[in-house]
């Protein structure tokens, strides 16, 4: 690998510098509007001011959901303001910007490719997917720095590597999921096959489609601490230097601030979404009547910005109109460790002796060749010989190269992980599905989950409950939760009315109706998120490396640390494999459960 890469180094330097000069130029156009000032044929032109840039998210917020969405357009971006936070903001959304309809037009088009050629999906789209989403982040910085340089160009990369396989997913499950007829009606209807995808079947795939929109924007901001690493500035930066000096405070904050940027594009893309799903029609009105909140956001840009060179407080937010909570983070987890330790230690222990030492000894105690020999088994009896193969040879990699001990401990720590988050998590997702009132306060906490970056979820949980694999299972459940209660919902709401009524006709029971017919029909979508939870496990474990747990992390980490290319792919790849067995694994078991009940 090492020397793969010192060639790719020496011999296509001039395409990776020429793919990064190309994506470079829409990025410094964003960094220019958003952060830091833009010359144009020599001019200076002036940064987007923050007024104006608040106005304008109201307005967008407006035009798509009404007021109530217009004001939680107003609170998110005010309380990046309010906090300090404007400047890594502005720098981390004109990068998000850029890379998130990059993710998402490509996602959607390999899961339209996919979805129309199985061969395709089974032989080349699955396998990459499994490898861009389970090696871990860390393990590619070192050959995107070879190959792009220590630029923002480089943390894009790395950030759609990262982002763009969940819509992949979505997209070949949601197109899969069309019932038949929709399609024929289309054919019936003479639409050609270009009209029937982009006219008839997407549109009829968009509540799907939006899940996967949803996890591209997470994932993409959770990755933007990582990516700072590499050049990329912003909110990510600032979280890691906090992070660094151990100032929970001013971590917690520019986390957070990750948080609400996070909401607030989540809720406008989805607002557009559904309203762009409506036609809406303007018959006699013209240009200005059609586009009003377009112009006016215009206008306001355009005059705060230039408003901004008189008045200095509009081009940068004084620092005394600002706030902070950073003693009152430092305080809370100072009164919580004092008053709490009892508590704290009896929990850590019970769970190092009676779960997480017991585990694993078990796991490190199983020799390479009966391991190798029950997977095969267990694969060649859920999906034939061609799963057997494929995990075999997998399986044998992490064996024969050495790192097969650090691997068991890898699967420990994230198996555990994975089944309490599954265990927490899809109860709660059955129950959201259930009520609208609890969704709308469970949905709050999910996304502030998911987008609180992975660095904020440890330094908490270090302070409370020191080193170790306790806090790096508390951190991991805490981060993986989040698909298992998200995909569990979606799935069952997507169960169609006319199919629980006509079991509830034909005399079921409630349990009845949820165990044979809706927990089948939301299978696919169950199963997608027991795959992220499984996968979102093992990305937290490597990063959990930096708190003391002795796995694949961990070499991954001395990897990083030597600039050792090949050292960091191998134990990725060893990752990668562990999560790619896990996940055919659980795809044949699940298939085989949908042909019992038929």
């Known amino acids: ?39 144009l044929w020599g001019i200076p032109l002036p940064t987007l001011s923050w007024l104006g840039v608040i106005s304008a998210a109201i307005l967008a917020g407006h035009a798509a959901g009404g007021f109530r969405l217009a004001a939680l357009m107003a609170a998110c971006f005010g309380y990046i303001a309010l906090f300090g936070q404007w400047q890594g903001a502005m720098l981390t959304l004109a990068l998000i910007l850029i890379s998130v309809p990059l993710c998402v037009l490509t996602g959607l088009l390999l899961g339209i490719a996919a979805w129309r050629f199985p061969k ?109 690493m590499i050049g990329a500035g912003g909110l990510g930066y600032d979280v890691l230097l906090a992070l660094r000096a151990l100032k929970i405070g001013q971590g917690m904050e520019a986390g957070f601030a990750i948080v609400v940027l996070a909401i607030a594009l989540d809720r406008l893309s989805q607002a557009f979404a559904h309203r762009g799903g409506r036609p809406v029609h303007h018959e006699g009105s013209g240009f200005v009547a059609r586009h009003s909140h377009l112009i006016l956001a215009l206008a306001l840009l355009a005059a705060t910005t230039l408003a901004s060179l ?83 040879v997998l399986i044998l990699f992490c064996a024969s190269s050495g790192l097969w001990q650090k691997t068991m401990s890898t699967v420990y720590l994230c198996g555990v992980s994975a089944i309490l988050a599954m265990l927490i998590g899809m109860p709660i997702g059955v129950w959201a599905s259930r009520s609208d009132r609890v969704y709308r306060i469970i949905e709050p ?49 997507q169960v169609p009315p006319t199919l629980i009524e006509a079991a509830k006709t034909a005399g079921c029971t409630r349990w009845q109706t949820f165990r044979l017919v809706q927990l089948p029909m939301a299978l696919p979508e169950i ?26 992390g961990q070499e991954v980490f001395i990897a990083l640390a030597k600039a050792d290319a090949g050292r960091g792919i191998v134990a990725g790849l060893a990752i990668a494999f562990i999560g790619i067995v896990a996940d055919r694994l659980i795809g044949g078991a699940s298939a085989k459960a949908r042909q019992r009940l038929g």
């Not at 090492?2 to 130029?25: E, F, P």
């Not at 997913?169 to 999921?177: F, I, N, W």
């Not at 989950?449 to 409950?465: A, N």
Request: charged share 10%; hydrophobic share 60%; proline share 7%.
């Open 120 to 228: 395709l999906e089974k032989l080349a789209v699955t396998p990459a997917l499994d490898l861009m989403q389970t090696i871990p982040t860390f393990a590619y910085l070192i050959p995107m720095l070879i190959l792009f340089g220590n630029s923002p160009v480089s943390a894009m990369i790395a950030t759609s590597i990262f982002a763009t396989p969940p819509m992949v997913r979505a997209t070949m499950v949601a197109l899969s999921r069309i019932p038949p007829e929709i399609a024929d009606f289309a054919v019936m209807a003479g639409c050609t096959p270009r009209q029937k995808l982009w006219r008839v079947l997407i549109p009829t795939a968009r509540p799907l489609l939006m899940v996967g929109v949803n996890q591209v924007i997470m994932l993409a901001l959770n990755m933007v601490i990582i990516s700072s």
């Open 1 to 39: 690998m090492s020397a793969l890469m010192a060639w790719m180094k020496g011999n296509l330097s001039w395409l990776t510098r020429a793919i990064a000069s190309i994506l470079d130029l829409p990025l410094q156009i964003a960094f220019g509007l958003l952060a830091k000032p833009l010359k």
């Open 527 to 552: 199963m997608l998120g027991i795959n992220q939870t499984i996968l979102l496990s093992l990305s937290m474990i490597i990063i959990c490396a930096m708190i003391g747990t002795r796995d694949l």
């Open 310 to 392: 008189v008045l200095p407080a509009l081009a940068k937010i004084p620092a005394s109109w600002t706030l902070s909570t950073a003693p009152w983070w430092k305080a809370g987890v100072d009164w919580i460790t004092v008053h709490f330790f009892d508590v704290i230690e009896t929990l850590r222990v019970g769970l190092l002796v009676y779960v997480l030492n017991p585990v694993r000894a078990f796991c490190e105690a199983i020799p390479w060749l009966a391991a190798l020999v029950l997977l095969v088994l267990g694969g060649y009896r859920l999906a034939g010989w061609r799963l057997a193969l494929l995990i075999g």
């Open 445 to 493: 906490v999910v996304d502030t989950l998911q987008t609180l970056p992975s660095f904020c979820f440890i330094i908490p949980i270090v302070m409370l409950f020191r080193v170790g694999d306790v806090t790096a299972l508390i951190a991991t459940v805490s981060f993986a939760i989040v698909p298992a209660i998200r995909y569990t919902n979606h799935g069952l709401r």
